[in-house]
Every structure is written in C-alpha cells, then in structure tokens.
C-alpha cells in the first residue's frame, strides 16, 4: 500500500503571507502511462472536501491562482503565494496510481 | 452540474450491515467516470473506500476488502454500499464522489453520518 506523508501537520499563517505544505509517498507515484496521480484537496469545517490541484501542478475549474502544484515522483508540495481567510481548514494530498490513498491532513489557520 | 446525494441509515448496529445510496443527478452514471465511497470518522482524515466503473467493475481499499460491495443501478442513476459486520471504528461520515480518470475527486456529497451503536 502507498503511504502519504504532509508536513507540517499544522500551519500557522499570516493574512497575506505564503504558506507551503509538503507530501511524500512512499514509493514513485509515476504511472506506466506516464503521468503522476496526485492531486490536493481543501476541506472547511463542516464541508466535503473541494479538489483544488489534479496531475500535481493543474488547478481544477475555478480555483485561485494563488494556489499551486509541484513536485515528482515521491516529493510534492503545495503552495499558496498569500494566505486569504477563506483558505484556513485542512489540506489534504490524495494519490491515485494505486488505488487511491490520502495524506493525513495539514490545518491551516490564521496566527 | 454534477450533484451527488447520499441517502441511508443514520443509525446501524453493531455486527450488522450498512448500507447507503448515491442519487447523481446533472450527469450520468454511465459516463466515462470512476464513482467512489470514502469516509471520514468524526474529528480525523479521510479514508478511500472503494470504487465503481460503469462496466460494474470495482476496486476495494484492501483494508476493508473483505467486507465491502459497491454496487451500481443503472436505471435509477445511482450507485450504492454495502459494509458488512460493522462495528464503532466504522462510525464516521460517509461521502460518494465521481472520480475523474485524471485522478481527481471532482464532485463530492455532502456526506452523511453513519454511526455504529447498539
């Protein structure tokens, strides 16, 4: 089974401020048919989470370009290039070339 | 647009069996999509289920495997679970969602909370 890993697991942000946050897999999650399933979601209280980034780096259908992907093989990382209110709640990566398997979760709120 | 709405027991006993329904409405079953079921246990992560293609084909998380089915009703546009000798670790919210082939969970339910009590 792969195994998904974010760090921090808690974010304190500044309005206004980047903010990162990192995935690892515990092994390639390079698909023989060339492209790399990982994807991040963002979950607010009381919601189903939302899919934000697909294929690593692709911001799904109405989502900030604030927002952005990177990374290959077993490293990934999201990115937000300045913290907005409405961006606090939990981050999830969730990979899809094997099955399908999520990270633990990284809070992101508001120093 | 693509909605999904879980129905189902709010309540199940333990050693019984749950079992929920995904009405989808706005787009079809049948389309080129995978259809999944994953849960979340109040106050933690996310858990992936299992999976359903529109051939009837499936996918099981191996975990639970042994104890899950994930069906499809064609003629009613939905797709449905089954989670056999349920206990209090299965006590959670349960979300159905299309899952795209470019591995992205794009529509989700709002989920509904199935908790496992005597």
Same mark, same amino acid.
Do not use: E, H, K, M
């Given at each position: 089974d792969i195994v998904m890993t974010q760090t921090p697991l808690s974010s304190p942000v500044t309005l206004g401020q980047p903010a990162s946050i990192s995935c690892r897999s515990s092994q390639s999650l390079a698909h023989s048919d060339g492209n790399t399933y990982l994807s991040w979601l963002h979950q607010r209280p009381g919601q189903p989470p939302r899919l934000l980034i697909y294929k690593i780096s692709n911001r799904f259908s109405g989502v900030p370009d604030r927002f952005s =992907?990177? =990374?290959? =093989?077993?490293?990934?990382?999201l990115k937000i290039s300045r913290v907005e209110a409405e961006d606090v709640g939990i981050y999830y990566c969730m990979q899809a070339t094997q099955f399908r398997t999520f990270g633990q979760g990284t809070k992101v709120e508001i120093k | 647009q693509v909605q999904l709405q879980e129905s189902g027991p709010g309540l199940v006993k333990p050693s019984e069996t749950l079992s929920l329904t #995904?009405?989808? !409405?706005?787009? !079809?079953? +049948? @389309?080129?999509?995978? *259809?999944? *079921?994953?849960? /979340?246990?109040? %106050?933690e992560g996310l858990e992936w289920i299992g999976e359903i293609f529109r051939s009837g084909g499936t996918n099981y998380n191996p975990s639970l495997k042994n104890r899950v089915t994930i069906s499809l009703d064609k003629s009613n546009n939905q797709f449905s679970?089954?989670? +056999? @000798?349920v +206990?209090?670790?299965? +006590?959670?919210? &349960? &979300? #159905?969602?299309?899952? /795209?082939? &470019? %591995?992205?969970?794009? &529509? *989700?339910? /709002?989920?509904t909370l199935v908790t496992v009590s005597s």
């Open positions: =992907g990177s =990374g290959a =093989g077993t490293d990934f990382t | #995904c009405a989808v !409405s706005g787009g !079809s079953i +049948t @389309s080129n999509n995978w *259809w999944s *079921w994953v849960r /979340q246990p109040p %106050g679970l089954r989670l +056999t @000798s +206990t209090a670790a299965d +006590t959670a919210i &349960y &979300y #159905c969602v299309r899952d /795209q082939d &470019y %591995g992205g969970f794009d &529509y *989700w339910g /709002q989920g």
